[in-house]
């Protein structure tokens, strides 16, 4: 593909976005960057919200991780969906009847103020690492497919997306993002979609050829029942079904956009519709990554492979093939989705960010109109630089992107799914000046019996390890019970 037409690309890409910005902007209060003045419709939510929650880690990394982990990721899937059943009908109540802007609002209300600070800081430590590592593998392809062509720097590129985001996104907000993350998942599904037709075209393959060649395929398992794996199926599922409750849940990001809807019921409708479509397109991203190993068999493509017998950089292989193998076509579809994919990941982010450290840390609610911006406009730009820091540091990693992500959230989610489910389902009351302590040591005990458990019993936590952090986080909730209860 020649430079000109990947600049070309990203320039209409962009100038979209700047108009959808433009005309989401008018008539805005002080209060559309944090709640789009509540009049989101639902419909647009659920679908922009897959955008969001897909990114260019499922976009590519999922294909990739078939070569290593089979179809096991699957199992995770279906335990996100009951996951997804919890929020809908246990937390959209909640955050609605107490009329929050900051979903941690409940941590106070319940607790008390350092808990509440508590739950919100690590909110911002897992969106600050999760937006990075989402951006970082988008910018990677970036880097590959355009940057590199005219000798601009990795950390200069990464710049420049951040820059591009904050132009449309600082103005309106989530007002604005509702509508541009519509946009972006339509173009990685349209993306997923076109590659598949382009393989099974290559290939020779009709509908039911295709059906075929991938439940026959030697990476078609798709149950793991081995207890001591981390991919065994109750692993995989529990962990699933705790980790969407988490980074979906009790994630700013994510909640913010559902709490921009006006009716409880409509929000509901939200969440339930946009659990099936990010299941279905999980599904397919699955079926694509199988595809591609296909492919990549028949045209002798081969990755390197690491002394544990594992294959190295997996997430090259999409990219590999999309850009240069399977043609033009199928090379603008290709990048339309890492694009889409690229802002979906980090203008939410920037946005939940900002909300949650302004609502939380500065009590932004209380002040005036200019003071607002002012705070608002600093917050964002600190929260940049951050991400860019935790991009570069991570920037030399060639693991598959979306298992670094669940496992880092097993142990910044932890603390804050055991608050809250303690909060919920138990009346007990705590020391609220001694939870900060529990948070802290929570993941780092579940650190140290990870370790001992693959020494003493061969056994790995996988990305249970989310349960065991949010368990031992009650364990010491209950520790701090006051006697007076």
Same mark, same amino acid.
């Given at each position: 593909?020649?430079?000109?037409?990947?600049?070309?690309?990203?320039?209409?890409?962009?100038?979209?976005?700047?108009?959808?910005?433009?005309?989401?902007?008018?008539?805005?209060?002080?209060?559309?960057?944090?709640?789009?003045?509540?009049?989101?419709?639902?419909?647009?939510?659920?679908?922009?919200?897959?955008?969001?929650?897909?990114?260019?880690?499922?976009?590519?990394?999922?294909?990739?991780?078939?070569?290593?982990?089979?179809?096991?990721?699957?199992?995770?899937?279906?335990?996100?969906?009951?996951?997804?059943?919890?929020?809908?009908?246990?937390?959209?109540?909640?955050?609605?009847?107490?009329?929050?802007?900051?979903?941690?609002?409940?941590?106070?209300?319940?607790?008390?103020?350092?808990?509440?600070?508590?739950?919100?800081?690590?909110?911002?430590?897992?969106?600050?690492?999760?937006?990075?590592?989402?951006?970082?593998?988008?910018?990677?392809?970036?880097?590959?497919?355009?940057?590199?062509?005219?000798?601009?720097?990795?950390?200069?590129?990464?710049?420049?997306?951040?820059?591009?985001?904050?132009?449309?996104?600082?103005?309106?907000?989530?007002?604005?993002?509702?509508?541009?993350?519509?946009?972006?998942?339509?173009?990685?599904?349209?993306?997923?979609?076109?590659?598949?037709?382009?393989?099974?075209?290559?290939?020779?393959?009709?509908?039911?050829?295709?059906?075929?060649?991938?439940?026959?395929?030697?990476?078609?398992?798709?149950?793991?029942?081995?207890?001591?794996?981390?991919?065994?199926?109750?692993?995989?599922?529990?962990?699933?079904?705790?980790?969407?409750?988490?980074?979906?849940?009790?994630?700013?990001?994510?909640?913010?956009?559902?709490?921009?809807?006006?009716?409880?019921?409509?929000?509901?409708?939200?969440?339930?519709?946009?659990?099936?479509?990010?299941?279905?397109?999980?599904?397919?991203?699955?079926?694509?990554?199988?595809?591609?190993?296909?492919?990549?068999?028949?045209?002798?493509?081969?990755?390197?492979?690491?002394?544990?017998?594992?294959?190295?950089?997996?997430? =090259?292989?999409?990219?590999?093939?999309?850009?240069?193998?399977?043609?033009?076509?199928?090379?603008?579809?290709?990048?339309?989705?890492?694009?889409?994919?690229?802002?979906?990941?980090?203008?939410?982010?920037?946005?939940?960010? =900002?909300?949650?450290?302004?609502?939380?840390?500065?009590?932004?609610?209380?002040? %005036?109109?200019?003071?607002?911006?002012?705070?608002?406009?600093?917050?964002?730009?600190?929260?940049?630089?951050?991400?860019?820091?935790?991009?570069?540091?991570? %920037?030399?990693?060639?693991?598959?992107?979306?298992? =670094?992500?669940?496992?880092?959230?097993?142990?910044?989610?932890?603390?804050?799914?055991?608050?809250?489910?303690?909060?919920?389902?138990?009346?007990?009351?705590?020391? @609220?000046?001694?939870?900060?302590?529990?948070?802290?040591?929570?993941?780092?005990?579940?650190?140290?019996?990870?370790?001992?458990?693959?020494?003493?019993?061969?056994? @790995?936590?996988?990305?249970?390890?989310?349960?065991?952090?949010?368990?031992?986080?009650?364990?010491?909730?209950?520790?701090?019970?006051?006697?007076?209860?």
């Amino acid at each position: 593909m020649s430079t000109f037409l990947i600049f070309s690309i990203i320039v209409v890409y962009f100038g979209i976005i700047m108009f959808i910005s433009y005309f989401t902007s008018r008539n805005n209060s002080d209060e559309s960057y944090f709640t789009g003045d509540k009049q989101s419709p639902w419909f647009l939510v659920a679908f922009g919200m897959v955008g969001a929650a897909l990114s260019g880690v499922t976009f590519v990394s999922v294909p990739g991780m078939v070569g290593n982990n089979d179809f096991y990721f699957f199992q995770f899937i279906l335990g996100n969906v009951a996951g997804y059943l919890f929020i809908t009908y246990v937390l959209i109540p909640l955050y609605y009847r107490l009329n929050l802007v900051s979903i941690y609002g409940f941590l106070k209300e319940r607790f008390g103020m350092r808990t509440y600070r508590t739950g919100s800081f690590y909110f911002l430590l897992s969106q600050s690492f999760g937006a990075a590592l989402r951006l970082l593998l988008a910018a990677k392809i970036l880097q590959f497919a355009f940057f590199d062509k005219l000798n601009i720097p990795f950390a200069l590129t990464v710049i420049i997306i951040i820059i591009l985001i904050w132009l449309y996104s600082n103005k309106s907000g989530i007002k604005t993002i509702v509508w541009t993350d519509t946009m972006q998942t339509f173009f990685l599904i349209l993306a997923a979609i076109a590659t598949i037709i382009m393989i099974t075209n290559s290939l020779g393959f009709n509908f039911s050829q295709t059906i075929e060649a991938v439940t026959h395929h030697k990476y078609f398992h798709v149950f793991d029942w081995d207890h001591k794996s981390g991919n065994n199926f109750y692993k995989q599922f529990i962990s699933g079904f705790l980790i969407a409750i988490a980074m979906m849940g009790l994630d700013q990001n994510m909640m913010q956009k559902s709490l921009t809807i006006k009716r409880v019921q409509d929000a509901q409708k939200n969440t339930l519709t946009f659990s099936l479509i990010l299941a279905f397109t999980q599904f397919l991203f699955l079926g694509l990554g199988i595809l591609l190993y296909i492919y990549a068999e028949e045209h002798h493509i081969t990755l390197p492979v690491g002394e544990n017998g594992r294959l190295l950089d997996t997430d =090259t292989l999409f990219p590999d093939i999309a850009i240069n193998h399977l043609g033009i076509l199928a090379g603008v579809s290709f990048l339309l989705g890492i694009i889409a994919a690229s802002f979906s990941s980090i203008d939410s982010a920037l946005t939940a960010l =900002t909300t949650s450290f302004t609502y939380d840390f500065l009590d932004i609610s209380n002040k %005036s109109s200019k003071e607002k911006i002012r705070l608002k406009n600093i917050v964002m730009f600190a929260f940049s630089v951050i991400i860019f820091i935790i991009i570069m540091a991570f %920037s030399g990693s060639r693991g598959d992107v979306i298992s =670094t992500i669940f496992y880092v959230a097993g142990y910044t989610y932890g603390p804050l799914l055991g608050l809250f489910l303690f909060g919920m389902f138990t009346k007990i009351r705590v020391k @609220d000046n001694l939870i900060p302590l529990v948070a802290i040591l929570a993941p780092v005990l579940t650190y140290f019996l990870n370790i001992y458990f693959k020494k003493a019993f061969d056994f @790995d936590f996988g990305f249970i390890n989310i349960a065991v952090n949010a368990l031992l986080t009650m364990i010491g909730l209950l520790l701090l019970k006051k006697k007076n209860n």
